[in-house]
């Protein structure tokens, strides 16, 4: 199956933060995936992960006059030691019991169990968890079915490590804000790849999740109040048993019930057995210079869905859906249901079903939405995964500006989009910008090798 190798500096991604897990909300009828096997109820996994992951870690005393903020993890180091790169320590959970806000825990390669963290970071001072090398993480702790697991603790990062074999999520953020998850490869794994449930501010950058074996990719859950504004850019999601990420409210989790201010660009899923997107009870966010194709293996509603937890009464409002080729066989390229309100839907490439608005209540554009014939006269190579735009290829002008919206400023690939149509203030639709006639477009090339 075909990956994609992101370059995130292109996307203008910086160091990211990360947040502990969570298991995710129910998955409705239209999601569920008919599989050989019988399905837990998710609540009774979420119940189940809250109940386990209370146990308090002991915390060991520090002097804060006389200490150190890198601490480093090897497989051939020992828990007695200072953690210095000339004594370094076994495990990353003596680490998470070490680290302050500052620190920086530097695993070097090699096969590790998992761990759950101990502190909160500060603002401008987190607690960074960075893997250098090929870290592996696939033993999970004894008391919790997540192999990272971020709970009750703010301002964390976790970036580069392997995660795979969970027995639940591979990373979870639970009640824990302004974390960053990047640059992880999660998969396969039995529920989810990144689960967060209360997570305000968390932010999803770069990783890939893939295998997840009940659900969804990842997954981003509940909500306390209108201060969610998750970031989910630049993932690639593949081959799991429901979507490839889904944002759900879910009111009957407490809160509010609705995720609010998401900002979910740059993603490329492809492959799932259900839906790409599957966007429940979200409001005031946007959906832009994401690539979707192939799923809906075997169930889904659309590539995607903008909808309602069933009996919650929070529909999906105010979103803006913008600038997404979207290429599904079979399913709807984009579906609004469920009382959907107020959504803008401009400037996407559609090759499927089109899109369906059951609701009547949205606003798309007519002719900056482009219903494709097929893919091979649009986009480079899709048999490969390429969906860059031909050069040359015949698509009306799309629109900078839509309903008071306007189109993303940069193309999925980090580069400006260029106005190249006769149309004053025009731009492309979909993810890329047509090249210039006759010039190599390096920037995209690279970003897409």
């Known amino acids: 199956m075909k990956r ?24 409705t009828p239209r999601e569920v995936v008919t599989r050989p096997f019988s399905r837990p109820d998710p609540r009774a996994l979420r119940t189940q992960c809250l109940a386990t992951a209370t146990a308090p870690l002991p915390v060991t005393p520090t002097n804060a006059s006389a200490r150190q903020n890198f601490f480093v993890v090897d497989v051939r180091g020992q828990d007695a030691n200072s953690g210095l790169a000339t004594a370094p320590l076994r495990t990353l959970q003596r680490a998470a019991q070490l680290a302050q806000p500052g620190d920086t825990v530097a695993v070097r390669p090699g096969v590790y169990a998992g761990f759950r963290t101990v502190r909160s970071g500060r603002p401008g001072q987190p607690i960074t968890f960075l893997a250098q090398g090929e870290v592996v993480i696939n033993v999970a702790d004894s008391t919790v079915e997540d192999l990272i697991c971020v709970r009750g603790t703010d301002w964390i990062t976790v970036a580069g490590f392997s995660v795979r074999d969970a027995p639940r999520a591979g990373i979870s953020v639970i009640e824990a804000s302004h974390c960053v998850v990047s640059n992880n490869v999660c998969g396969p794994n039995k529920v989810w790849g990144i689960f967060t449930g209360f997570a305000p501010q968390v932010q999803i950058i770069g ?25 989910i850019r630049g993932n690639e999601c593949y081959a799991n048993a429901a979507s490839g990420i889904q944002l759900n409210g879910d009111c009957n ?78 399913l709807a390229a984009i579906r609004m249901s469920d009382d959907a309100t107020d959504n803008i839907v401009f400037n996407n490439l559609l090759l499927g079903r089109g899109i369906v608005d059951e609701t009547g209540k949205n606003q798309i554009e007519g002719d900056s939405n482009v219903q494709l014939p097929a893919a091979g006269v649009v986009f480079v190579s899709p048999e490969r995964g390429d969906y860059r735009l031909l050069p040359g290829a015949a698509l009306p002008a799309g629109k900078a500006s839509y309903a008071g919206h306007n189109a993303p400023m940069t193309d999925l690939s980090g580069a400006v989009r260029r106005r190249l149509m006769p149309l004053p203030g025009a731009c492309d639709a979909g993810c890329t910008e047509l090249p210039i006639p006759g010039k190599f477009d390096v920037v995209a090339e690279k970003a897409w090798k």
Request: with cysteine.
């Open 4 to 27: 994609f190798s992101f370059i995130l500096g292109l996307l203008g991604i910086g160091a990211p933060l990360l947040c502990a897990q969570l298991p995710g909300p129910p998955v």
């Open 207 to 231: 990783n890939k999740a893939f295998g997840s074996g009940e659900q969804h990719g990842i997954y981003v859950s509940n909500s306390r109040g209108p201060d969610d504004k998750p970031v």
């Open 253 to 330: 989790m407490g809160g509010d019930g609705v995720i609010q201010g998401a900002l979910i660009e740059g993603n490329i899923l492809h492959d799932n057995e259900s839906k790409a997107f599957s966007l429940i009870s979200i409001a005031d966010s946007v959906v832009q210079n994401n690539l979707v194709y192939n799923n809906g293996r075997s169930s889904g509603a659309a590539g995607i869905h903008l909808t309602d937890e069933p009996r919650c009464g929070k529909p999906s409002r105010r979103n803006l859906v913008v600038n997404n080729p979207i290429a599904e066989p079979r």
